[in-house]
């Protein structure tokens, strides 16, 4: 629906106080596995839209393309971002907004539901 080329899912991991990829479509592990962690202070739209808890855009062009960077919000606030590679300027494009961000709002629930269930797990434990 997207035409994405592909998207990582970006966790805040609180103890070293920064953002790590999680979880990625798109790109092969050898990719991957040569992302740096991004602090909270970074220039560019990972760090700020955690830092916003707003939709940041990377305008694409010709020759690069664009993106788009929604937070992941839950109760306890932002606890990572979605970023979707996007080809063609669709980053601009009012419905891919959208739904880039209804996307990440659902993947904020799954992670919010995920973070209770571990909760529960270290009381019983």
Same mark, same amino acid.
């Given at each position: 629906?997207?035409?994405?080329?592909?998207?990582?899912?970006?966790?805040?991991?609180? @103890?070293?106080?920064? #953002?790590?990829?999680?979880?990625?479509? &798109?790109?092969?592990?050898?990719?991957?596995?040569? #992302?740096?962690?991004?602090?909270?202070?970074?220039? *560019?739209?990972?760090?700020?839209?955690?830092?916003?808890?707003?939709?940041?855009?990377?305008?694409?062009?010709?020759?690069? *393309?664009?993106? #788009?960077?929604?937070?992941?919000?839950?109760?306890? &606030?932002?606890?990572?971002?979605? @970023?979707?590679?996007?080809?063609? &300027?669709?980053?601009?494009?009012?419905?891919?907004?959208?739904?880039?961000?209804?996307?990440? @709002?659902?993947?904020?629930?799954?992670?919010?539901?995920?973070?209770?269930?571990?909760?529960?797990?270290?009381?019983?434990?």
């Amino acid at each position: 629906i997207l035409d994405a080329v592909g998207l990582i899912i970006w966790t805040w991991e609180p @103890a070293a106080a920064v #953002l790590r990829p999680a979880l990625a479509h &798109g790109y092969p592990d050898t990719v991957l596995a040569q #992302l740096p962690a991004v602090a909270r202070e970074a220039e *560019n739209a990972t760090a700020a839209a955690f830092r916003s808890a707003g939709l940041c855009a990377v305008t694409g062009s010709d020759r690069m *393309n664009g993106a #788009l960077v929604a937070p992941l919000i839950t109760s306890v &606030g932002c606890v990572g971002v979605l @970023a979707v590679e996007l080809r063609h &300027g669709s980053e601009q494009t009012a419905c891919v907004r959208a739904l880039v961000t209804m996307f990440a @709002a659902q993947l904020a629930a799954l992670i919010a539901t995920a973070e209770r269930a571990e909760a529960l797990d270290r009381k019983r434990a």
